[in-house]
């Protein structure tokens, strides 16, 4: 008896220093809204986390194909009651989660993709995809020859509409007669609808298609048929070899680092983040061989430009689709016109309802 | 350029129609014995998912398609369990079978997505592929395609001239006098419902294997509901099930291919066309012909008879 009572004593003993041995790690937790896979939103996130995981004393873990809701509420609130130190939730759809979950664990700081609420531990963060989209609009611009770009969207709302908008104004810089069609899809991943969707683009004689989904099957479509396309979230290339021109990626890594070191030195500041270019958190992959190589330094160099903060992409002279003029030359939009842009600028065929 | 559009419609309505008319023939069957199963959805993910995983790992499309069959049948053979031997109540079943499908295609399936299988690709048909207009909306689609051509047909023959079909459709019309002349209620009703999942299962892995080559979770995205809604637009015959599932796939195609077009009229209202057109269909069926095709004793469990 007695010596089971010293073994439970050593054991308790044991575990309570594992235990404090787990705490010192700082622990970083990330909600997915879709599962990891090999490519798209959730797989752009991970790479980030897998950079975080090489810092050293830090820890990772994550929770993939969490619907948004009650079941995110609950994650996230699993993720603060085991001691995570930061949770980054990746959907827009856990804005609120976060915020009623941050509101009760005030020692944990959240940071919250794509939203627009703070707190006093909970900050928001996004990238300006549309200066990566205005680069491969150039390149899709310098590629077509029907003057026909197409473009399977999910849901009319002012982060796609910006990325059209700057996409279409990266295809007039270099072909100003091409116009770009819109057909929406009503869904962030629906394989055979996004197919189907490219395909009815293939047919009214498109031969650059790119995406606003989640799911390769634009990709896929384009590569059957025979044309170019231009991908999304991270390098395509492998889902349509010959039909990959470049994409439009994310690249979370230096972000995610950048805040664990902000929130274990204390600097950390809850606001909104709102990176480029500049900061590397969106770029274009590597562009394909057949860009002729006087469009890949012509994009490079724009890329320079953006980065370096002398070219502003929504800048005037602009035009909406009925021709109305929005901006003067001398003129452009500001940050919050950006977050709420819901009218397609001159050059897209297509309705923004 | 009109004559192209039409005719590229027309073949996107042939392939978009292709797994709800797999999945709507294989209600019919399951239909016409008597049992009601509310689960086609469900069974559309688990053939979806079982055909891709199949088709991966073996890689035979072939032997996915199959696959996704056997898989479909086996989920559906729970509603037979159901049913048949507890007699359960068949919407129950159904609905908790829809429920159980996603789930368990969503978890199975999770490590599957983004990876890539060996499909199904278009081919034209040798000589038939060269009839005007009818070869190019209908003979150059992929294999699959040509096969549900031939089921119907076949099972309009099986349902009408052959013994077994004559007597699963007893089973389903009248089952006391089935029994009275020997014909065992349960186990052409057991046919029913696995030849039904069966084709449901093919309609699943149709949409993994030839209308992309993907999976993901929530594929069908709906359109086993339809499947089931599509039977009663057909009066529970597999001719009228082919009209109606081109119908809904090119209805489908076509507000697409109107947004491509450029027209003004706002996405939403064009999203809705499909379904809206489901139940108007559906309300002018009842209308005109008010039950009359539907299987007297369907959803009516009966007592097994050994």
Not at chain 2, 180 to 208: D, E, K, P, Q
Request: with cysteine; net charge positive; aromatic share 10%.
């Amino acid at each position: 008896m007695k010596k089971l009572a010293v073994c439970l004593v050593s054991l308790m003993i044991l575990s309570a220093g594992l235990a404090m041995a787990a705490s010192q790690d700082f622990q970083v937790g990330f909600v997915y809204v879709s599962p990891v896979g090999n490519a798209g939103w959730s797989w752009a996130h991970d790479q980030g986390r897998l950079a975080v995981a090489k810092m050293p004393g830090v820890k990772t873990a994550y929770v993939e194909a969490v619907a948004e809701g009650q079941d995110a509420e609950r994650v996230i609130l699993n993720m603060a009651r085991k001691g995570y130190n930061l949770i980054f939730t990746t959907s827009y759809g856990y804005m609120d989660p976060t915020l009623k979950v941050a509101r009760k664990f005030p020692h944990t700081v959240f940071m919250h993709c794509s939203g627009f609420k703070t707190a006093k531990n909970m900050g928001n963060y996004f990238g300006r995809m549309y200066q990566a989209r205005y680069l491969t609009g150039m390149v899709a611009g310098a590629m077509t020859k029907s003057r026909i770009i197409g473009y399977v969207a999910a849901f009319p709302i002012p982060e796609v509409i910006r990325g059209i908008n700057a996409f279409t104004l990266g295809v007039q810089r270099m072909n100003p007669a091409a116009q770009v069609r819109v057909v929406w899809t009503k869904t962030w991943y629906d394989p055979a609808t996004e197919k189907e969707a490219a395909k009815s683009l293939l047919d009214v004689g498109a031969d650059v298609l790119t995406q606003h989904q989640d799911s390769p099957a634009v990709q896929e479509a384009a590569q059957e048929k025979g044309v170019y396309s231009i991908g999304y979230n991270s390098d395509m290339s492998k889902f349509a070899p010959q039909a990959h021109l470049v994409a439009a990626v994310w690249h979370w890594g230096p972000f995610y680092r950048e805040m664990v070191t902000q929130v274990r030195r204390g600097t950390w500041k809850p606001k909104a983040y709102w990176y480029g270019l500049k900061k590397g958190i969106v770029d274009i992959s590597p562009m394909a061989k057949t860009v002729p190589a006087a469009v890949q330094q012509k994009v490079m160099a724009v890329r320079q430009a953006i980065s370096d903060g002398k070219l502003k992409i929504f800048a005037g002279p602009l035009s909406d689709q009925a021709g109305k003029v929005r901006l003067t030359a001398g003129q452009a939009l500001t940050d919050k016109q950006l977050l709420g842009m819901t009218w397609f600028v001159k050059g897209v065929v297509g309705s923004t309802q | 350029m009109t004559e192209n559009f039409a005719i590229s419609l027309l073949a996107a309505a042939v392939q978009s129609g292709t797994p709800i008319l797999y999945a709507t023939l294989g209600e019919i069957l399951c239909e016409k014995s008597g049992v009601l199963n509310l689960g086609v959805e469900g069974i559309m993910m688990i053939g979806a998912l079982a055909g891709f995983m199949a088709a991966a790992s073996t890689g035979s499309p072939l032997l996915g398609f199959l696959a996704g069959g056997a898989c479909g049948a086996l989920l559906a053979a729970v509603h037979g369990w159901v049913c048949l031997s507890f007699r359960g109540n068949q919407v129950v079943s159904g609905l908790a079978l829809t429920i159980l499908g996603s789930g368990l295609a969503d978890y199975l399936g999770t490590p599957f997505v983004g990876r890539q299988a060996p499909g199904f690709d278009p081919f034209a048909l040798p000589l038939l592929s060269r009839v005007p207009l009818l070869g190019d909306i209908f003979f150059n689609q992929d294999l699959l395609v040509y096969i549900s051509y031939l089921i119907v047909p076949l099972m309009w023959i099986f349902l009408r001239n052959t013994r077994w079909g004559l007597s699963l459709r007893c089973a389903g019309e009248n089952p006391d006098a089935a029994v009275a002349n020997g014909i065992s209620v349960t186990a052409y009703r057991w046919m029913g419902t696995l030849g039904g999942g069966f084709l449901g299962g093919l309609g699943g892995a149709y949409l993994s294997l030839a209308y992309t080559h993907l999976w993901s979770n929530g594929l069908s995205a709906g359109r086993g509901w339809i499947a089931v809604a599509l039977v009663i637009f057909a009066f529970w015959r597999p001719e009228r099930a082919l009209m109606g599932a081109y119908l809904f796939g090119g209805v489908m195609a076509f507000q697409l291919r109107l947004q491509a077009a450029g027209t003004s009229i706002p996405s939403s209202i064009l999203l809705m066309l499909p379904y809206a057109l489901t139940i108007f269909v559906i309300v002018l069926a009842s209308w005109r012909r008010p039950q009359s095709a539907m299987p007297t004793s369907l959803g009516v469990n009966v007592e097994p008879t050994e």
